[in-house]
Antibody, heavy 121, light 107 residues
C-alpha cells in the first residue's frame, strides 16, 4: 500500500524548535518531489515547502523562509521539516504529500499523509 | 506570488444538484492547476490535475476546465459524500499557492 506517515508534532513554546518527519512506503520515494502543506485551525490549506527528488532544489513560502528547512533521506524514504523560531501562527496540522512534475505537466499531490499537529503556545 | 481566488466561498446545494466552483489566478498559469477535496480530520484528496485531467479513481461526475487565469470545477450530480471543502492550487510558480477554499454544504 502506498502510504505517507507523519510524526513529530507537539506542543512547543514560541521561539522553540521542532522536527517533523514523514515516512514513505509502497512506492519509490526517490522518484517524487515531496511537499509540506499545513492547515491552521479554521483556515484553508497553505503550501509550505517542497524538495526535488535529489534534494538539491528546495522552495519555501515566504512566511517560513529562514526559519524552516526541508530535507530528505531517500535511502530511508523519509522527508523532514526542521522548524525553528516557531511562532503562534505556525500552529497547524502539517501534511506531507508527494507530487510528480514534468516539464509539461503538474500531476498534483496525489498521496498525502494523515497529518501531524503542531501547537505553538 | 500568484494569488488564487475561489468563488463562491461557500455554497449550499442538494443531492443531485449540479455545482460549479470557480478559481481565478492573478496571472496566467497555463494549465498548472490541481483541485482537491478536503473533509475534516482527513487527508486532502486529489481530484483533478493539469486543470482538466481526472485523477485515477475519482468519479466521473467531477470535471475540470480552464486555462490561463480562469478555471472551473464542476460536480454534475452531487452525492452525499461530496459535501466537503474544495481547493484549487497552482504550480506554475513558487510558492504553489492554494485558493482560500469553497465549502460545499447540504441544503
Amino acid at each position: 500500500e502506498v502510504q505517507l506517515v507523519e510524526s513529530g508534532g507537539d506542543l512547543v513554546q514560541p521561539g522553540g524548535s521542532l522536527r517533523l518527519s514523514c515516512a514513505g512506503s509502497g512506492f519509490i520515494f526517490s522518484n517524487y518531489w515531496m511537499n509540506w502543506v499545513r492547515q491552521a485551525p479554521g483556515k484553508g490549506l497553505e503550501w509550505v515547502a517542497n524538495i526535488r527528488q535529489d534534494g538539491n532544489k528546495k522552495y519555501y513560502v515566504d512566511s517560513v523562509k529562514g526559519r524552516f528547512s526541508i530535507s530528505r533521506d531517500n535511502a530511508k524514504s523519509s522527508l523532514f521539516l526542521q522548524m525553528n523560531f516557531l511562532r503562534a501562527e505556525d500552529t497547524a496540522v502539517y501534511y506531507c504529500a508527494r507530487t510528480t512534475v514534468t516539464s509539461h505537466y503538474y500531476y498534483g499531490m496525489d498521496v498525502w499523509g494523515q497529518g501531524t499537529t503542531v501547537t505553538v503556545s | 506570488d500568484i494569488q488564487m481566488t475561489q468563488s463562491p466561498s461557500s455554497v449550499s446545494a442538494s443531492v443531485g444538484d449540479r455545482v460549479t466552483i470557480t478559481c481565478r489566478a492573478s496571472q496566467g498559469i497555463d494549465t498548472w492547476l490541481a483541485w482537491y477535496q478536503h473533509k475534516p480530520g482527513k487527508a486532502p484528496k486529489l481530484l483533478i490535475y493539469a486543470a482538466s485531467t481526472l485523477q485515477t479513481g475519482v468519479p466521473s461526475r467531477f470535471s475540470g476546465s480552464g486555462s490561463g487565469t480562469d478555471f472551473t470545477l464542476t460536480i454534475s450530480s452531487l452525492q452525499p459524500e461530496d459535501f466537503a471543502t474544495y481547493y484549487c492550487q497552482q504550480a506554475n510558480s513558487f510558492p504553489h499557492t492554494f485558493g482560500q477554499g469553497t465549502k460545499l454544504e447540504i441544503k
